[in-house]
């Protein structure tokens, strides 16, 4: 059983008189304990399938189709009830860490905020409960870390910052947007290695949107190939890379230039 | 360039090179001032050479000096100690005078297109500026757009209405168009996705050493760095660490650093190896 199945989804955004299809009848499923990648160039619409899941599309958007998230539909959700549902049991960390963080609220106050917010946690234990997760997602002194300011912290760091508030709240879903692409090869490892230990110990159900080959073929366990809104290609991590058999995949794992160790 | 300059034959080329080459740095250093006073050395006795028609690499992670180095090299930064020569003359920080003409065979293409251009001029306008810097009249704005493969009537259009992509090729226009013998990218390809990536670097190369120019090509991911230099300069902590032949850094690394880094990269080999 899936924990998410997403089923014929469509998007499309209308601005002004325009309208562009984002989504076209996308389908994939989303497994506990397993890492879903997927992959494309920009504008493929891979940011915005993780959004949807979210219910984070963006203003003028019309989704259609099916997200099933444990036996709940998402799509057409009231705004109320996904509120509920994320931060809590869907979660998400974003590309740019920097961005990602209030500057001037300290690390301890916006990491345990979902779970003060949710779980109505008194603050004292909340803080307790951050300590332990940002031990768990390896940040140095976490004790002392709640205490410090996002500027306090490099871009790796904040990383591990930013996924130990994704799952402080336990939740059952993560979407990872380009988790590592504004980071350094030798940091990008840690950070790969922290999302699969993630991933395996709580039995996340995780969706990695990246454009970077190298990095689904260390970590993901399933890959969706996306082109311009449509899922051109799905299957499990080693036949995707090495034998792919759409063109489309093909040429994007060729076009890499240490691909030559895949043929 | 004179002409002669132009068809060199290769035994010519590789003569003169190993005489004089044509960007020296002789252990030059840059510090920064911290804020409640103390230095930061960023870059730390640096030496390096660049020869004619040769492209660099220049690798390490992200803090280590590498931009500060490239803005050395071009004037932007002052040396705190050290000498840098282009072409016979010393490279001097840029000051309130006007630059001293011959400084002008370095050209930068920055990491950020998005900032690099201007929004408020057209493209023509921009690639004019550039090309006057030229004498040898070798290219126009039709050939410059067509050698970085976009349409000729992107020449009427503004900044906002290209791509990522798209800009940082009108940027490595401009800076071609200025006729460079060195060219120098500072990440050029760090805010693009992976696919245009290599295309974006292979372009630069081929543009480059086809203009008679050399390149400095900085960036923090070395599988493209592999694929366009011939030689790769490894930076730790300001500091040049290991210089060789492309080949040579990945198949017999000296330096534990370089070693570290090459481990780091995730092979593109679908067995779900988590690279370090």
């Known amino acids: ?263 | 360039m004179t002409s002669t300059d132009d068809t060199p034959t290769e035994a010519d080329e590789k003569h003169r090179s190993a005489e004089t080459p044509l960007l020296a740095l002789d252990s030059v250093s840059c510090e920064y001032k911290l804020d409640g006073g103390g230095r930061f050395r960023a870059v730390d006795g640096v030496s390096l050479q660049l020869g004619r028609s040769e492209v660099l690499g220049l690798v390490g992670e992200s803090g280590c000096g590498k931009s500060t180095l490239a803005k050395l090299i071009c004037g932007l930064e002052k040396p705190a100690g050290g000498q840098i020569s282009f072409d016979g003359s010393p490279v001097r920080a840029l000051g309130l005078k006007k630059r001293d003409t011959r400084l002008l065979g370095i050209q930068m293409v920055f990491q950020n297109p998005y900032a690099s251009l201007n929004p408020r001029r057209r493209i023509r306008d921009q690639l004019e500026d550039a090309l006057a810097l030229d004498p040898s009249g070798r290219w126009s704005v039709e050939s410059l757009l067509d050698a970085v493969d976009l349409p000729s009537d992107a020449a009427q259009r503004y900044s906002h209405s290209f791509s990522g992509g798209q800009r940082q090729r009108i940027a490595i226009a401009r800076a071609l168009a200025a006729g460079p013998k060195v060219l120098v990218g500072d990440e050029p390809i760090a805010s693009l996705d992976a696919f245009l990536q290599a295309r974006i670097a292979r372009m630069m190369r081929d543009l480059a050493i086809k203009s008679g120019a050399s390149m400095i090509f900085i960036s923090h991911d070395l599988s493209v760095v592999r694929d366009i230099a011939d030689r790769v300069a490894v930076m730790e902590a300001g500091r040049i660490v290991e210089v060789a032949p492309t080949d040579q850094i990945w198949d017999s690394p000296q330096h534990p650093y370089t070693t570290k880094l090459l481990a780091a990269i995730p092979q593109v080999d679908g067995k779900g190896i988590i690279p370090g």
Do not use: W
Request: proline residues 5%.
């Open chain 1, 1 to 263: 059983m899936s924990m998410i199945s997403i089923n014929g989804l469509n998007l499309s955004v209308t601005t002004g008189k325009t309208t562009a299809h984002i989504l076209k009848d996308v389908s994939f499923d989303l497994e506990a304990g397993r890492i879903t990648g997927v992959a494309g160039a920009s504008g493929s619409g891979k940011t915005q399938t993780g959004l949807a899941i979210m219910g984070l599309s963006p203003a003028g958007a019309e989704l259609s189709g099916s997200i099933d998230f444990d036996g709940v539909e998402l799509v057409g959700m009231p705004a109320k009830q996904h509120n509920r549902l994320r931060g809590v049991q869907l979660s998400m960390v974003f590309q740019d860490p920097a961005s990602a963080f209030h500057p001037m609220l300290t690390v301890g106050d916006q990491i345990t905020d979902h779970l003060r917010h949710h779980q109505k946690m008194p603050k004292k234990k909340a803080l307790a409960k951050a300590v332990d997760i940002l031990g768990r997602t390896k940040v140095p002194h976490p004790d002392e870390a709640i205490h410090k300011y996002p500027h306090q912290f490099s871009g790796g760091q904040l990383q591990r910052i930013a996924f130990a508030s994704a799952i402080i709240c336990d939740p059952k879903v993560l979407i990872a947007d380009e988790p590592t692409t504004a980071l350094d090869v030798t940091v990008q490892a840690g950070i790969l290695r922290l999302l699969r230990e993630l991933c395996d110990d709580l039995d996340l159900a995780v969706l990695l949107v990246t454009h970077d080959f190298g990095v689904l073929s260390s970590v993901a366990d399933t890959i969706v190939v996306m082109q311009n809104g449509v899922v051109v290609e799905t299957g499990d991590r080693e036949t995707v890379i090495t034998a792919p058999e759409h063109e489309y995949t093909r040429s994007l794992i060729e076009s890499l230039p240490g691909a030559e160790v895949a043929r």
